[in-house]
């Protein structure tokens, strides 16, 4: 329990347990507007009040994430000016200002037309409440930008140099486009819109698997569908990408990942661990199931590598990262979750065109939409996994390769972080049980189908939807197959 009065250590669990916990809510409300875009510009273009519904359903998730989300957003934030102190004095001029346009340009903007796009539907034009949700999304997605510029720069810092502990910009441009920022940003904005869609799919597949509106339910589960047939392929191939970015830029990294002790020179090839048992105080593997010649087909699609892959063992204990087999393991768990969700896409899409998934058909899929269901939270996982790779992996660095952690940390007395800790543990623990509470309420009550439909056209009244006369038109879902 050593721990207990380090607050180096102590200030790392919090900024873990906060980012961790922050990061569940940002990844539905991004995803998701991009799907609130989708539904509403097909309400539109077709006048079907399906969609309507849908986009109203939708909502409520996504406000239900947005709220979570400011309220842990904000502190995490803080911690910066209170647990890391003498990092934001380090890079404040840089790091600052991007966490100031992700405030100013994402939050702001998506906070500012959130009202109009929940409670204008009967109040502004149709063309304008659309303009509102597709701001929202850009304004969530933005702050994905700006997010992961940020976190980009502290994985590869560019763009200048420390000048007496101080990081002096000389290239602001070169610094944001730092040789991270695109694959970071395109990986995490497509995680955030894969993890929605399953989540989408996985609440629709419940409803289906219950026989409540299946047929209202089928059209939300083949949008989401439709979408991953893009997204999932493309998100492995741009995380292949990100890989091949540590292989060159971030080499102890690799190493954890891989947990590789032994370096392997350029010009040869390089088994690939599958599985195995890292044990750092002997830095080896204890035990491990490898496949020959794997890692420079995995790297760089060849079987030599052109770059040497260098072992844990070519660095001091205190320059390299600990916790191997939690890196180790965090990285193989989002890569089998980035391939299961692959494959279910794959094989839905196939019972898709057998006919499989039509309105008559689709309950009798049952074992389809468990897989749904079981899908659901694995985005999830998936995300913090690449998190912890990404943040843990690049230890002992906050900025790195310039900023040690310790270096980096306020010097606080150990045993007030231990209250923050104690404290953010416990109010973060009763906001998810909330969350779950309203979020399981908005799954039981289900859709309101029942809601009037808005005129597309101004001037023109409601369309009378009273209930017990309004029934969603299933042929759409038909003639979708």
Not at 157 to 173: H, R
Not at 219 to 236: F, G, M
Not at 280 to 290: F, S
Request: proline content about 6%.
């Amino acid at each position: 329990m050593e721990f207990l009065s380090d607050s180096v250590v102590l200030s790392r669990m919090q900024f873990a347990l906060t980012a961790i916990f922050h990061i569940l809510w940002p990844v539905l409300t991004t995803g998701m507007g991009v799907y609130l875009v989708i539904v509403e510009g097909l309400w539109l273009k077709t006048r079907n009040p399906d969609y309507y519904l849908h986009a109203r359903f939708w909502s409520k998730f996504y406000v239900l994430n947005f709220g979570i989300g400011v309220a842990t957003g904000i502190p995490m934030e803080f911690q910066f000016g209170t647990n890391w102190a003498p990092f934001s004095e380090a890079v404040g001029n840089f790091f600052g200002s991007v966490i100031g346009f992700e405030a100013s340009w994402a939050f702001m903007l998506e906070a500012a037309f959130l009202g109009i796009m929940l409670f204008g539907w009967e109040r502004v034009n149709p063309a304008i409440h659309y303009l509102s949700t597709i701001l929202v999304a850009v304004g969530a997605n933005l702050s994905t930008l700006w997010i992961l510029t940020a976190n980009s720069w502290m994985q590869t810092p560019s763009g200048g140099e420390l000048v007496n502990g101080k990081f002096v910009v000389s290239d602001y441009f070169q610094a944001m486009f730092n040789p991270f920022m695109a694959n970071s940003v395109l990986h995490m904005f497509f995680a955030t819109l894969e993890t929605s869609l399953f989540v989408i799919g996985g609440i629709s597949a419940w409803y289906i698997l219950k026989e409540r509106h299946p047929a209202f339910f089928a059209r939300s589960l083949k949008i989401a569908l439709a979408a991953a047939i893009a997204v999932a392929p493309l998100q492995i191939y741009i995380g292949h990408l990100s890989g091949e970015q540590v292989y060159h830029y971030q080499p102890t990294k690799l190493a954890a990942m891989e947990a590789q002790w032994k370096s392997t020179p350029a010009g040869q090839p390089a088994d690939w661990s599958l599985v195995a048992i890292p044990n750092e105080k002997a830095q080896k593997n204890d035990w491990e199931i490898t496949v020959p010649n794997a890692l420079g087909y995995i790297l760089e699609f060849k079987k030599n590598l052109s770059e040497p892959v260098r072992g844990l063992k070519e660095w001091k204990p205190e320059d390299r990262p600990h916790m191997v087999g939690l890196i180790y393991y965090a990285f193989r768990v989002m890569i089998a979750i980035g391939f299961f969700f692959a494959g279910l896409m794959l094989l839905s899409t196939l019972q898709w065109l057998r006919g499989k998934l039509s309105a008559e058909n689709i309950t009798q899929q049952r074992w389809l939409m468990r897989a749904w269901i079981f899908a659901a939270p694995l985005g999830y996982i998936a995300v913090e996994s690449g998190w912890i790779v990404r943040c843990v992996g690049r230890q002992p660095w906050t900025l790195y390769g310039q900023i040690r952690t310790v270096d980096a940390a306020s010097r606080l007395p150990a045993s007030n972080v231990l209250v923050s800790l104690t404290s953010f543990a416990v109010v973060y623990s009763l906001l998810f049980i909330a969350v779950l509470y309203f979020g399981s309420r908005i799954i039981f009550r289900g859709p309101n189908l029942d809601l009037p439909i808005p005129s597309l056209e101004p001037n023109k009244p409601a369309i009378d939807t009273t209930p017990g006369e309004f029934v969603p038109d299933e042929r759409p879902v038909e003639a979708e197959q």
